[in-house]
């Protein structure tokens, strides 16, 4: 009775916690609606995993598929990642990310009171904090004040938890607090593969490296920091997925609402990033300065001491790693996970 729900487990965040629980042990079952990810995904985790990894297509809004899987599989736990996740898109798209992130997981935690699973694991963000916080993020501070409807949605989901924990003492919840993860599984074989052009920093990066983009635009060199550059807390994906390993051994021995920050507790800046980068894969970066993008702050990093006293998890990977796992997915994969022999030949739909 050990086996794990993986909601969005297909995704870029997901699919690493899946090779995780599969490395400690666990059984995993994903649900995943391929909204932002591919069934290939699917495909390599299982010929990664030594443990059985099973499959529902179907959205996490859908209290029936929710009950198959619930009912089907002797599910303990769940890891919640899916949800949508573009800061920029939930700008124009609230309704959508409300309705993904803030009714899904309602969905969800009715699912879980009927079928009597007390575990939970939620995928929060850092933005929980807001745009005034001071830095270092520490999980004692107030949240709230964010800035875009994607960090609305998932501080309102924390505190939605939080009154469920309240209401239902058997429940136990982790939210766990990403800073800024980056890289991809040293194999190669999994990594991140965002649907257009990329927003996030290391992306852009990695298709500039492999041609797919002629140049970087580095928003803004006029920031109070040490290069005028926004500077972040960038961790490694797979540090994070061994987060959330940490986190069910913690949900499992305790019960109640917590919040835990997953980050280094180092900042790094955008030059600083390209530099690393250009040094791990010998590429370089051809880059501009442009404008700085609105919404962003100039600093944040995680104080990350809460995870380490009762997790026991801290990040073990460097920039190093990061930047070689990125560029070596990147290489290996640089359509992601379409096929390069599909993309090279020409669309035979088009009439
Ligand atoms: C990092 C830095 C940019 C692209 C966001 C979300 C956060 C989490 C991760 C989750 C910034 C600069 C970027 C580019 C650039 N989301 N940059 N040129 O904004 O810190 O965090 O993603 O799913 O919740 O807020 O990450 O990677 O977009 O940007 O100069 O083409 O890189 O200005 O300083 P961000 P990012």
């Known amino acids: 009775m050990s086996t794990v729900l993986v909601t969005g487990g297909l995704g870029y965040i997901g699919s690493h916690i899946v090779i995780e629980l599969g490395l400690a042990g666990m059984d995993v079952v994903i649900l995943d609606n391929l909204a932002n990810s591919a069934i290939d995904v699917f495909y390599r985790l299982k010929s990664m995993a030594r443990k059985d990894i099973e499959f529902y297509q179907g959205d996490v809004r859908d209290s029936k598929i929710l009950n198959v899987v619930l009912s089907e599989q002797s599910v303990s736990s769940v890891i919640h990642c899916a949800g949508l996740k573009a800061v920029g898109e939930s700008s124009l798209k609230p309704v959508e990310y409300y309705q993904n992130n803030v009714a899904g997981s309602l969905v969800l935690i009715d699912a879980m009171r009927e079928a009597g699973i007390q575990n939970l694991v939620f995928s929060s963000s850092a933005t929980v904090y807001g745009i005034d916080a001071p830095v270092p993020y520490v999980e ?37 607090r990403y800073f800024n993860p980056i890289g991809a599984h040293p194999s190669g074989l999994i ?23 002629a140049e970087l635009s580095v928003f803004g060199d006029d920031y109070p920091t040490a290069d005028g550059t926004c500077e972040r807390d960038y961790l490694h994906v797979v540090d994070l997925a061994r987060g959330h390993v940490k986190a069910l ?47 962003d702050l100039p600093a944040f990093w995680a104080d990350a001491t809460k995870a380490e006293k009762l997790l026991g998890w801290n990040a073990e990977l460097g920039l190093e790693e990061m930047m070689a796992d990125t560029w070596r997915w990147q290489s290996q994969n640089p359509n992601g996970y379409r096929s390069n022999a599909k993309e090279a030949q020409p669309d035979s739909s088009v009439a």
């Open 140 to 176: 004692t501070l107030p949240t709230g004040g964010t800035s875009n409807p994607y960090g609305t949605s998932k501080w309102m989901v924390e505190q939605i938890l939080k009154d469920a924990a309240n209401a239902a003492p058997k429940l136990s919840i982790a939210s766990l």
């Open 191 to 213: 990594g991140e593969d965002p649907q257009g052009i990329p927003n996030n920093l290391l992306p852009y990066i990695a298709q500039v490296a492999v041609g797919k983009r």
């Open 249 to 295: 051994d913690w949900v499992k021995n305790n019960t109640g609402a917590e919040a835990f920050n997953l980050g280094t507790g180092k900042a790094t800046s955008v030059l600083e990033i390209i530099q690393a980068f250009e040094e791990a894969s010998g590429v370089k970066i051809p880059y501009s300065i442009a404008p700085r993008r609105p919404g």
